[in-house]
């Protein structure tokens, strides 16, 4: 059955394995059964008997034996082009599996909540990621922090940085990143603004009005507020409510009233809000964590969080 450029039948292709189709390459490019037995590691009887196995499932010549050495038949020469072409796409795909095993190719949803969203750590390591990993398609999601953990058990997402603990979901792994001081926020003008620098306690807020965030989306941030009001004594007046963090921020330089902040907060606010560190409120702090699911194996979610711990030592070197 001779063989012919692209009509040859490639079942018997399909009986060759890729061992035998780069010995025949490795005879045709050789022309001597001696030097490709050598190149191959192989010996030559069990070379030949390779050749003529294969000649026999194609049910014609392959090489013609010549006084000094072999060369392919027409029917070799075309199952020599398509065997290349084999090898080299299969070689491909290794290359491909091994990208994406390593974490080096394939795609990586991270979702966030906008409060997350401004901590310098997290552009920070989208930016090194996509930077390190440029053949990893990323997408960006924000939301919620409910919403964002049903994008997580829906597999919409494979991460997401947020600013609470959840808890009760076994399905959800939950590192801390870090737990982040706040500071009080003051509209410009306000009477306990300081120039010394010294820090504010709480108690003295307690005649204030608050702007806060709107719980529903930010209770990692709103929770946290009113616990430490009240362990200092009151329960804050909460005259407006935002849903994001800029915005609680544009009504305190409104004059709205005042409100507590992460810290990392303060270089991308308007500078007319005034900052001040706050004295006996050690426990005032708002989390940033990185949630994924147990069961995921993701290659570029592991190189993922592999960038965020270090980024996380980097500031923490750096600070």
């Given at each position: 059955?001779?063989?012919n450029?692209?009509?040859?039948?490639?079942?018997?292709?399909?009986?060759?394995?890729?061992?035998?189709?780069?010995?025949?390459?490795?005879?045709?490019e050789?022309?001597?059964?001696?030097?490709?037995?050598?190149?191959?590691?192989?010996q030559?009887?069990?070379?030949?008997?390779?050749?003529?196995a294969m000649?026999?499932?194609?049910g014609?010549?392959?090489?013609?034996?010549?006084?000094?050495?072999i060369?392919?038949?027409?029917?070799?020469?075309?199952?020599?082009?398509e065997?290349?072409?084999?090898?080299v796409?299969?070689?491909?795909?290794?290359?491909?599996?091994?990208?994406?095993?390593?974490?080096?190719?394939?795609?990586?949803?991270?979702?966030f909540?906008?409060s997350?969203?401004?901590?310098?750590?997290?552009p920070?390591?989208?930016?090194?990621?996509?930077?390190?990993?440029?053949?990893?398609?990323?997408?960006?999601e924000e939301?919620?922090?409910?919403?964002?953990v049903?994008?997580l058990l829906r597999?919409r997402?494979?991460?997401?940085?947020?600013?609470?603990?959840?808890?009760?979901?076994?399905?959800?792994?939950?590192?801390?990143?870090l737990?982040?001081?706040?500071?009080a926020?003051?509209?410009p003008?306000?009477?306990?603004?300081?120039?010394?620098?010294?820090?504010?306690?709480?108690?003295?807020?307690?005649a204030?009005?608050?702007?806060?965030?709107?719980?529903?989306?930010?209770?990692?941030?709103?929770?946290?507020?009113i616990?430490?009001?009240?362990?200092?004594?009151?329960?804050?007046?909460?005259?407006?409510?935002?849903?994001?963090l800029?915005?609680t921020?544009?009504?305190?330089?409104?004059?709205?009233?005042?409100?507590l902040v992460?810290?990392?907060?303060?270089?991308?606010?308007?500078?007319?809000?005034?900052?001040?560190?706050?004295?006996?409120?050690?426990?005032?702090?708002?989390?940033?964590?990185?949630?994924?699911?147990?069961?995921?194996?993701?290659?570029?979610?592991?190189?993922?969080?592999?960038?965020?711990?270090?980024?996380?030592?980097?500031?923490g070197?750096?600070?």
């Amino acid at each position: 059955m001779p063989l012919n450029a692209r009509s040859h039948d490639t079942r018997g292709i399909a009986l060759m394995d890729l061992r035998r189709l780069r010995a025949f390459v490795t005879l045709a490019e050789e022309g001597s059964v001696t030097r490709a037995a050598e190149r191959l590691g192989m010996q030559q009887p069990q070379l030949t008997r390779l050749l003529r196995a294969m000649e026999a499932e194609f049910g014609t010549a392959l090489m013609e034996r010549l006084p000094r050495g072999i060369r392919p038949t027409e029917a070799g020469a075309a199952l020599l082009n398509e065997a290349r072409q084999v090898i080299v796409k299969v070689d491909g795909l290794r290359a491909v599996v091994g990208k994406a095993a390593r974490g080096e190719q394939g795609r990586l949803a991270i979702g966030f909540t906008g409060s997350a969203a401004l901590h310098p750590l997290v552009p920070r390591t989208l930016r090194q990621f996509r930077m390190a990993l440029p053949a990893v398609s990323v997408t960006l999601e924000e939301a919620t922090a409910q919403e964002l953990v049903e994008a997580l058990l829906r597999e919409r997402i494979d991460a997401a940085f947020v600013r609470s603990d959840i808890i009760d979901m076994p399905e959800v792994r939950m590192e801390s990143i870090l737990d982040e001081p706040m500071l009080a926020a003051l509209p410009p003008g306000h009477p306990l603004a300081r120039e010394d620098g010294q820090p504010l306690p709480l108690a003295c807020l307690a005649a204030e009005s608050f702007v806060l965030y709107h719980r529903p989306t930010q209770s990692g941030l709103h929770d946290p507020i009113i616990a430490a009001c009240r362990a200092a004594g009151f329960d804050p007046v909460v005259v407006q409510e935002a849903p994001r963090l800029p915005s609680t921020l544009s009504l305190v330089a409104a004059g709205f009233g005042v409100s507590l902040v992460p810290a990392s907060i303060r270089d991308q606010a308007p500078r007319v809000v005034t900052f001040h560190a706050l004295a006996e409120c050690s426990g005032l702090s708002v989390p940033l964590r990185f949630a994924t699911r147990r069961t995921s194996t993701s290659g570029p979610l592991l190189r993922f969080r592999e960038m965020v711990r270090q980024v996380q030592r980097d500031e923490g070197s750096s600070g």
